[in-house]
């Protein structure tokens, strides 16, 4: 008796483990047995759902701007926290606006597409009524006026020479013989749904308005740092408290005073700030409200123990292996 093979892949029928490791795309080739040359946080090729936990490269610095992702040169923030550059928020809101115009445009089509197939279907009800009562008049019955409208939806009609009545086949029913024709193929209606006409922030969901967005001042850790500078530095070395002189980072959250826009530690804005509820940084010190403490929006560290452990879990639905 020879001796059995005890390598991945040579059993008649695929088992449990080997159906999880190919669900992985490339990376099934280490789990399988072979060598592993792909990038461990690459996927070409799998099925099934796919589930993977952020690290911290997946977050966003806490003074980058929530659509280009980069550290911002005009901060300006949203009286929900989100922090955006002021020139690409205008740009962002500007081609949302053509955008809104554009579908706008094309469900006022939709519409007025769809009032004419009602008109028609109103039209084509009121000639059958009147069909149906010439019908009455001439002495027809019901049954015979059914089988001259068959005859009249299946294609022309024509007298042959014994009297019979022969019917022009026009190709009608060609498209269900040839379903695999992607001419033929049907095709669902589209319904596009009313556009909201509002540009949101994308978000918070809520909307952009420009006269309610607040100049953030972040406090260099370095006064004699550059724009150049600041973009290959870390997020906590970059920014600091102005009261506290801790670094500012997702690690460290901050709140923006809205009178100053001052971004300072949201410790000292519990400690401190609020004992008084004034704002420190104008002259002179403007009473604040509550509304005018507008905490940043950070995304997290990465880690279970300062994120809440649902946002650092992404999931994509892919189809189903079938064996």
């Known amino acids: 008796m020879g001796k059995h093979s005890k390598n991945n892949n040579d059993r008649a029928f695929f088992s449990y483990h080997e159906r999880k490791a190919a669900s992985s795309g490339r990376m099934a080739s280490g789990l399988l047995g072979g060598h592993n040359t792909a990038d ?19 977050m966003k610095d806490i003074d980058a701007c929530s659509l280009s992702l980069q550290p911002c040169v005009d901060p300006v923030v949203t009286p929900q926290g989100v922090l955006y550059d002021k020139g690409v928020l205008i740009e962002y809101i500007l081609q949302r606006k053509k955008d809104l ?65 022969l019917v022009a086949d026009k190709g009608v029913h060609a498209a269900d013989m040839n379903f695999w024709v992607p001419s033929a193929t049907p095709q669902a209606a ?34 004699g740092r550059s724009a150049g500078d600041l973009v290959g530095m870390q997020a906590k070395e970059r920014y600091i408290c102005p009261l506290t002189k801790k670094p500012l980072s997702n690690i460290y959250p901050a709140t923006v005073l809205r009178p100053s826009g001052m971004v300072v530690s949201s410790a000292c804005v519990k400690d401190i700030i609020k004992k008084d509820m004034l704002d420190p940084f104008t002259d ?15 995304e997290g560290t990465g880690f279970a123990a300062k994120t809440d452990e649902k946002h650092l879990k992404v999931t994509i639905a892919k189809p189903a292996g079938h064996f």
């Open 40 to 58: 461990g946080n690459f996927k070409e090729w799998g099925w099934g759902t796919e589930r993977r936990t952020l690290d911290s490269d997946a």
């Open 101 to 165: 115009e554009r579908e706008t445009a094309a469900w006022e089509a939709q519409q007025a597409a769809a009032a004419g197939e009602a008109a028609d279907e109103a039209a084509a009800a009121q000639q059958a009524r009147v069909d149906e009562f010439l019908a009455q008049q001439e002495g027809l019955s019901q049954s015979d006026l059914r089988a001259r409208g068959a005859l009249a939806s299946r294609g022309a009609v024509s007298m042959g020479a014994n009297g019979r009545v």
């Open 190 to 223: 589209v319904v596009l749904q009313k556009p909201d006409g509002v540009v949101r922030c994308p978000i918070s969901g809520q909307p952009l308005r420009l006269k309610q967005l607040v100049s953030v001042k972040f406090t260099l850790a370095d006064e």
């Open 284 to 298: 002179p010190p403007t009473k604040l409200k509550e509304k005018d403490l507008i905490p940043l929006r950070v």
